[in-house]
């Protein structure tokens, strides 16, 4: 037996339409019957009380020339110009001054036992010797004792090298002199330089005696002077460029000025 199978037609665009419209009428129908209908809000009671103010004239004036009276503020929130303002809103400050609370003095327990304990240790190790008055010498008799100076002052004026300079021998002799002067005089101390060959190089004051004449006598001693040359010494190099350095320190002695001298001298 065959069977044929018969394909359904396709819609018509009349069909689609037709199909569009009743879907969407059935859900307006739906929307309309399934939704919850709009209340309205429910109306303000009126307030048919009425405040009527019982004052003279006076009182109504001065109440009328109040700055907030027109303030519908004025009962309902907390104003300074109302009457919050001198119930809550303006307060004194407190005037709180704490007592002031001393603690009592508390005294220590008085130890009685140990009262005499740091004089007794003391007495027990410091034991005192009694005094022997006749036993000791007598005391020795007031006497003239001289006093004499720890060195003793120079009879000439002598000379001395110091430095580097002290290890060369001197080859010539020095003649030194003494000064008259009315206070003593100083030392002299000259700075020199010799060269490789023994002569003086240079010669600088460092330090007056208080005498012009014992200074450039000094100066002049010392440019006269002649050390042993150096015995090793390269062929190369000149003699003044091997300097050797030192101080020469003249102690100088002092004569008295004489009477003659003195008398001219005072103004």
């Given at each position: 037996m065959n069977t044929i199978a018969h394909?359904?037609?396709?819609?018509?665009?009349?069909?689609?339409?037709?199909a569009v419209a009743?879907?969407?009428?059935?859900?307006?129908t739906l929307i309309y019957f399934?939704?919850?209908?709009?209340?309205?809000?429910?109306?303000?009671?009126?307030?048919?009380?009425?405040?009527?103010?019982?004052?003279?004239?006076?009182?109504?004036?001065?109440?009328?020339?109040?700055?907030g009276l027109d303030d519908p503020t004025l009962l309902a929130l907390p104003s300074l110009r109302g009457f919050s303002g001198a119930a809550w809103l303006k307060?004194?400050?407190?005037?709180?001054?704490?007592a002031e609370w001393v603690e009592p003095p508390h005294w220590l327990p008085l130890?009685?036992?140990s009262l005499s304990g740091t004089f007794s240790q003391y007495v027990t190790t410091n034991v005192i010797t009694p005094l022997l008055i006749a036993d000791k010498p007598l005391p020795p008799l007031q006497r003239y004792e001289p006093n004499f100076p720890p060195e003793l002052l120079p009879t000439q004026s002598i000379a001395r090298v110091d430095g580097e300079l002290s290890g060369r021998k001197l080859l010539s002799a020095i003649e030194l002199k003494s000064w008259p002067a009315a206070e003593i005089l100083s030392n002299t101390v000259v700075q020199a330089a010799v060269d490789a060959s023994g002569f003086t190089f240079s010669a600088t004051l460092l330090s007056s005696s208080g005498s012009p004449n014992a200074d450039r006598h000094a100066?002049?001693?010392v440019l006269n002077a002649r050390f042993r040359p150096l015995r090793e010494m390269p062929a190369t190099s000149e003699p003044t460029r091997v300097l050797t350095w030192g101080r020469w320190i003249f102690q100088?002695?002092?004569?008295?000025?004489?009477?003659?001298?003195?008398?001219?001298?005072?103004?």
């Open positions: 394909d359904a037609p396709p819609w018509s665009r009349r069909h689609w339409v037709y009743g879907v969407v009428l059935l859900q307006l399934l939704a919850q209908p709009v209340q309205r809000p429910p109306e303000r009671p009126l307030f048919r009380t009425s405040i009527q103010l019982a004052a003279d004239d006076d009182a109504i004036r001065s109440i009328a020339s109040l700055p307060f004194a400050t407190l005037d709180y001054k704490p130890e009685t036992q100066l002049t001693e100088w002695h002092t004569l008295p000025v004489p009477a003659t001298n003195l008398a001219t001298l005072t103004p």
